[in-house]
């Protein structure tokens, strides 16, 4: 695993620079000189790159957000995004620093790395086609004199996340600090437009929530029928919800945060999916949580293609997994699985031919509870989980092991969470790590120290 950490250096003249060959120093990412090293975890620095954000900050302001993509995409204090390789050269700057939209609080490439997601501080949302530098939508946050019925962000409240919706890059979700998420249609036809569904408010349990975060399931190497279902995971302080966004916006899961978390509990869920417990052993456990917890996250594992030893009856053997969902409260880290319902009506017809998608139903794999707070937490592979704790202690879990392994720490603080929640709500929730940590294949970047907000 590979962070990006940024060095300040002298500045120099920013300019765009032209596709070259680079492709063999990226090759060689892992021969870089190593910071640390432990029996799973290797630290590295990106030198190159890191010697461009102290130029891009003297030209733009302070980096506010990151995403790792195909490219690197970093957005500033002044609203403008600068995308650029993995060596440093710029590809394309995106936007004005006149914008009103305010600073770049999210980020995210589409799965083709054509489209580019941004989120503001101020509420809006630019998708930019950013290999031609041009704005294919704006979401603009809502204002006093708008219809009733009006759909968008606060204005003035940060948009927390955005995510492209599996292979799709007209279809994505945007969530803001004040707990509301949206899921975005941009329809190209004579003139662009662009549908905009509120999918999660507030919470609605009747008790004080605070949005967490959400999450769209990736593209995966394998194709499966859920791939069609566009579906997104939310979660809040008060509870973790799944909603298919293709053909209308529908609910398919939900289970309520518990302060006493037993299987009766677990198990109380809406139609049409269901909650049920592997029979590894690992669900039930009771557990007593103090308070609620305002420190969680989500993560999809979308589903995946294996390839098992060649046999000489089958030399391309292989199988493929269902997509898995992460998630935490507080402490506490489970894994779900998605199942899908292959339930034939009474006329013989099956119904995951019917238009709205297949049922799905979630069985938990395993739980566990950390030394403390999870913030951050992703997959790097089918296997292995790594989360970080709000100390800044990262570990890494193997799944199939049920084995937790500590491999680095780093002084508090030498990561810059964002604090938007707590500016929006008032409520002392845990930082926000998103924009400043991802994860691509198979490598973990941060960027540690380049500003704060």
Known sequence: M???ISSPTPGSTLEITPETEYESRIANLDSTPTNCTTEYFSWRQLTDLSQKVPEI???FGPVTASYMGECVALGTESGVVVVADYIGRIKAVLGSQSSRYGSVSSLCFSADSVF?????????????DWGKQVTVSVSRPLQPGDKPGATGHPAGVA???VYFIGASKHRYISCSASGGVLYHHIVRRLLTTMNTTQIAGSDDSGQEGILLEAAALPLGSFLCETDDMGLVAVLTSGSLAVFKTRNGVEQQFRIRYQQQASQAALAATSNPASFSSSKSGAAGIKRKYAKRPYAGCVSWLPALKHKQP??????SQSYFSYP?????WGPTICVLSLVVDHEVAENGASLTARRSGPRVKFERLLEWTAIEDVVYCRWISAEILVYMTQSQRVFVFEIKLC???EVCSSPPGIIAGRPWTTLATGIEAEPSYSQVVSVYRRRVFVLCGASSV
């Open 310 to 315: 060649a046999t000489a009856t089958d030399p």
């Open 57 to 59: 900050s003297d030209q």
């Open 324 to 328: 898995q969902l992460a998630y935490s």
């Open 403 to 405: 084995q937790e392994t």
């Open 2 to 4: 590979n962070f990006v």
């Open 116 to 128: 580019l997601a941004a989120g503001y501080s101020q509420g809006f949302v630019a998708v930019w």
């Open 159 to 161: 948009v927390t996340g």
